[in-house]
C-alpha cells in the first residue's frame, strides 16, 4: 500500500496452507526483537504474538516491557521545525493514521518471519521426501511450497508499503511536505483501504485455525480462490457431511420466538428499519486460554440481522476479556471481509460497513468491538436453506475462526425479519 493507491484493493481471500507449524523464536527468553524498516523495534514471544516497545519503553533482562525513566522525549511529538509546519488538526489527522501503519508494519514483519520460517521447514520436508522417493508428498509439497511462497511474497511487498507510508507520515509531521492538504489525503486514502496482515493470531496455522490474506476482488472471485486451494490441501482438511438434519425426538426444541428491538422509520438513517433483538451468537477460547475459562469463553459474541430499506445487515457485539486485546487482534477495519461457512460446505461472504479500533469497558477491563456486516440478495437465500458451522472474521492483525453451535441462528432471525 503505496501513498498513490490506484493498485491496492481490498477484500480478496486466499487461505493459505493448513500445516500446523509455530515459530520457533531462539531467544534464551523464548522472545526475539527485530527492528522495522521505519525504525520501530518489535518484541516478538515464541507463540507469535508481538508487543511494539515504545520511544519511552525498554526491554528488561527477563524479557519484558518496562518503562525507560531515561527517556522523556518522543522524536514523533517533538515541535514542528520545517517550513511547512502542520495545524493541530493536521497533525491530529496524521498522527492517527500514523498508529494504524506502524501497527501494519509490526504486524507485517512479524508475518514475513512466519512464512519464511514455514517456507524454511517445507524445503526441508521436501528434500526427506525426496530421499524417500516419495511421489504423493512430493506433489503435495509443492503446491504447498508455492502458496507459501506467494504469501511471503506478497507481505514482503505489503511491508515495504507500509514502511513508506510510515515515512510519508514523519515527513509531514516534521514540516517538510509543502502540498500538505493533498499528501495527508492519500494517507487517509491509504488508510481507507486496508493492507494484508495474514497472520498473526498466535502465529500458528492449524487444520481449526487457518489464515487468509486480503487483497482484491469481489465475494465471488474470492470464494473460487479459496475452494481452488482447499482443493489442493483436501487430505488435511476435515471432511463436514453434506447434509445436517436435527432430530426433534432426540433433540427438542423450544419453539424460536421473535422479539424485534426495533420496527418503523429510523430518522438517522431516512428509511424503514426493522431489526431483531440481540441474542448470543457463539463464544471462543483458544487453547491456551481453556484453562483460565473453564466456565465462560475469552471472547463472546451477541449478535442481531436486521433490514434498512431493502438492505440486509449483521451485528456482531464480541466481547473479548482483556485489557490488551487491541494488541493482540487489533481492529476491525471496513471494508475487510466475514466468512460463514454452512454443515453442507456451502460458504457466504460479507463486507464490513464500518470501523471499530476497540473500547475498553472501564468497570470489567474488557475490549467490545462492534462489526457490521451487508448481506447480499443472494447470500440470504443460502443462509436461509442452510445452518451454520463456523464464523470467520478478519481482524487487523489477522484472521481467526469461531465455531458456532447455535447453528440456525440466522435462519431464526431472518424469519423475524420477513414476518
Known amino acids: ?220 472471485d474470492a470464494s473460487t480462490e479459496v475452494e481452488k486451494i482447499e482443493t489442493a490441501t483436501t487430505t488435511q482438511n476435515a471432511v463436514y457431511p453434506k447434509t445436517f438434519k436435527v432430530s426433534k425426538a432426540k433433540h427438542p426444541r423450544d419453539k424460536y420466538e421473535c422479539e424485534l428491538a426495533f420496527d418503523g422509520y429510523d430518522d438517522v438513517l431516512r428509511a424503514n428499519k426493522k431489526e431483531v433483538k440481540t441474542e448470543f451468537f457463539f463464544g471462543h477460547s483458544q487453547e491456551k486460554m481453556k484453562a483460565y475459562f473453564k466456565n465462560d469463553d475469552f471472547i463472546t459474541c451477541d449478535a442481531n440481522l436486521s433490514k434498512v430499506g431493502r438492505k440486509y445487515y449483521i451485528t456482531l457485539k464480541i466481547r473479548v476479556k482483556s485489557k490488551d486485546a487491541k494488541r493482540t487482534y487489533g481492529m476491525l477495519r471496513s471494508k475487510e471481509t466475514i466468512r460463514f461457512e454452512m454443515i453442507n460446505g456451502d460458504k457466504v461472504y460479507c463486507t464490513s460497513m464500518v470501523q471499530d479500533d476497540g473500547t475498553i469497558e472501564a468497570y470489567t477491563g474488557n475490549t467490545l468491538y462492534t462489526g457490521i456486516y451487508e448481506i447480499s440478495k443472494d447470500n440470504i437465500k443460502i443462509l436461509k436453506k442452510g445452518y451454520l458451522d463456523n464464523v470467520g472474521i478478519i481482524w487487523s492483525s489477522g484472521y481467526e475462526q469461531y465455531n458456532i453451535f447455535n447453528v440456525d441462528f440466522i435462519k431464526n432471525q431472518l424469519r423475524c425479519l420477513e414476518k
Open 1 to 220: 500500500m503505496l501513498p498513490s493507491t490506484h493498485s491496492i484493493t481490498f477484500a480478496r481471500l486466499i487461505l493459505t496452507l493448513s500445516i500446523g507449524l509455530i515459530i520457533s523464536i531462539p531467544h534464551s527468553k523464548s522472545q526475539k526483537i527485530v527492528n522495522t524498516e521505519s525504525g520501530q523495534k518489535i518484541l516478538i514471544a515464541k507463540d507469535g504474538s508481538w508487543s511494539i516497545v515504545k520511544f519511552n519503553e525498554k526491554i528488561n533482562e527477563e524479557g519484558v516491557i518496562v518503562s525507560d525513566t531515561n527517556t522523556n522525549l518522543d522524536a514523533f511529538e517533538a515541535p514542528n521545525a520545517g517550513k511547512h509546519p502542520l495545524t493541530v488538526d493536521q497533525s491530529a489527522q496524521v498522527n492517527n493514521v500514523l498508529k494504524t501503519f506502524k501497527s501494519d508494519e509490526a504486524q507485517l514483519i512479524v508475518n514475513k518471519e512466519f512464512f519464511q520460517k514455514n517456507l524454511d521447514q517445507l524445503i526441508q520436508k521436501r528434500k526427506e521426501a525426496k530421499k524417500d522417493k516419495d511421489a504423493d508428498q512430493l506433489a503435495n509439497l509443492k503446491e504447498l511450497i508455492k502458496i507459501t511462497e506467494n504469501s511471503l511474497n506478497k507481505t514482503k511487498q505489503d511491508y515495504k508499503k507500509s514502511s513508506k507510508l510510515i515515512a510519508s507520515a514523519n515527513e509531514l509531521l516534521k514540516g517538510n511536505v509543502k502540498n500538505k492538504e493533498r499528501a495527508i489525503a492519500k494517507l487517509i486514502q491509504a488508510n481507507e483501504m486496508p493492507i494484508n496482515k495474514n497472520s498473526g493470531m498466535g502465529g500458528s496455522l492449524t487444520q481449526s485455525n487457518v489464515t487468509i490474506q486480503s487483497d482484491a476482488v469481489d465475494s465471488k
